[in-house]
């Protein structure tokens, strides 16, 4: 989450704050939650089926999720899945971090052509 940077639309610094995060049920933990909430990032994740339960328990209510921005998630899904039928994206033969991420924009400049 530290790494995120947010492109500007105009000159200036990137930003290192999005507005909103969306993420699957496996990010879905006290410590992820905590974090946006502290730095002010509004987040659509969706709770684990225990973590519903201990919240009940407890009597607390749910966290605010919204179905409609989270189905906007599916373009990035299936970007990444299309990125995944590179094997040596997919597989991870790089070991250094720097020629993976190579990898990978090499990918998507392939991707953008086609």
């Known amino acids: ?6 492109p500007r639309l105009g000159l200036g610094r990137p930003r290192t704050r999005p507005q909103h995060v969306i993420a699957d049920k496996g990010y879905s933990s006290r410590a992820i939650r905590t974090y946006l909430r502290r730095r002010g990032i509004s987040a659509t994740i969706p709770e684990r089926v225990d973590q519903l339960a201990g919240r009940a328990h407890r009597g607390h209510r749910r966290c605010a999720f919204d179905p409609a921005r989270y189905k906007r998630r599916n ?40």
């Open 75 to 114: 373009v990035v899904e299936r970007c990444f899945n299309r990125l995944k039928q590179f094997r040596g994206i997919a597989t991870r033969y790089d070991k250094l971090a720097v020629h993976y991420q190579a990898a990978v924009t090499i990918a998507c400049l392939l991707l953008w052509l086609a």
């Open 1 to 6: 989450m530290a790494a995120v940077r947010v």
